[in-house]
């Protein structure tokens, strides 16, 4: 099985930062693209920042020039740097990742179970 665990939410004044993390494990041959959603009660989950193997990014255009995804392939771990936060950044954050399992050639896509993100103002 392959599994995500995100880590790095908590509450934070309005302007500050938080890093989330977001690391796959199992039987992995290959994780391809890795991607962080959020989602607020009520209203749909929201793609925010994605990131290929090769390092080539996209952003949500709300959190273009606050946020930055990256990862490390080494460790099939994603990372996403949240700086000058809102409150309406205030959300469940949830990490996805493209895996390709050592038993089966084709790719699924995995989910963790995310963390909750509170921006106070």
């Known amino acids: 099985q392959v599994q995500l665990v995100e880590s790095g939410g908590g509450l934070v004044q309005a302007g500050g930062s938080l890093r989330l993390s977001c690391a796959a494990s199992?039987?992995?041959?290959?994780?391809?693209?890795m991607r962080w959603y959020r989602q607020v009660p009520g209203k749909q989950r929201e793609l925010v920042a994605g990131?290929?193997?090769?390092?080539?990014?996209n952003y949500a255009d709300s959190v273009k020039g606050r946020f930055t995804i990256s990862r490390d392939n080494a460790k099939n771990t994603v990372y996403l740097q949240m700086n000058s936060l809102k409150p309406e950044d205030t959300a469940v954050y949830y990490c996805?990742?493209?895996?390709?399992?050592?038993?089966?050639?084709?790719?699924?896509?995995?989910w963790g179970k995310g963390t909750l993100v509170t921006v106070s103002s």
């Open positions: 996805n990742a493209e895996v390709v399992r050592i038993s089966n050639p084709f790719g699924m896509d995995y």
């Open positions: 199992g039987s992995i041959f290959r994780v391809d693209n």
């Open positions: 990131i290929t193997s090769g390092g080539r990014t």
